[in-house]
């Protein structure tokens, strides 16, 4: 049974840090990527960050390029987001998800975690 579960959600100053991780058991990272989306509140759901072992690549969107950086340790079965000098606009639901390939489309999803809310206070 596939299965993707998120932690280290929480409340943060502008500024501060958080590290997401996504334990993942059911499947081989060496065949799928894996991408993290997020989705405020209004808006839609948006690809944030994409981890491929098979394409050996990792995507970041503009806004968090340079502040965010996503790794797998597969050893621990787990991938993380490690959120660096954040806004009040990361401030969303953070959901880890399974894709063919780091595509940051969500209609192109195969499988979604459950999502770990992250609020940044000004």
């Known amino acids: 049974e596939v299965q993707l579960v998120e932690s280290g959600g929480g409340l943060v100053q502008a500024g501060g840090s958080l590290r997401l991780s996504c334990a993942a058991s059911?499947?081989?990272?060496?065949?799928?990527?894996i991408t993290w989306f997020r989705q405020a509140p209004g808006l839609e759901r948006e690809g944030v960050s994409c981890?491929?072992?098979?394409?050996?690549?990792?995507y970041y969107s503009e806004p968090v390029k340079g502040r965010f950086t996503i790794s797998i340790d597969n050893a621990k079965n787990t991938v993380y987001l490690q959120m660096n000098s954040l806004k009040p606009e990361d401030t969303a639901i953070y959901y880890c998800?399974?894709?063919?390939?780091?595509?940051?489309?969500?209609?192109?999803?195969?499988?979604w975690g459950q999502g770990t809310q992250v609020t940044v206070s000004s």
């Open positions: 998800a399974i894709q063919d390939y780091c595509s940051g489309y969500a209609p192109q999803v195969n499988y």
């Open positions: 059911g499947f081989s990272f060496d065949d799928y990527a």
């Open positions: 981890i491929s072992n098979t394409d050996n690549i990792t």
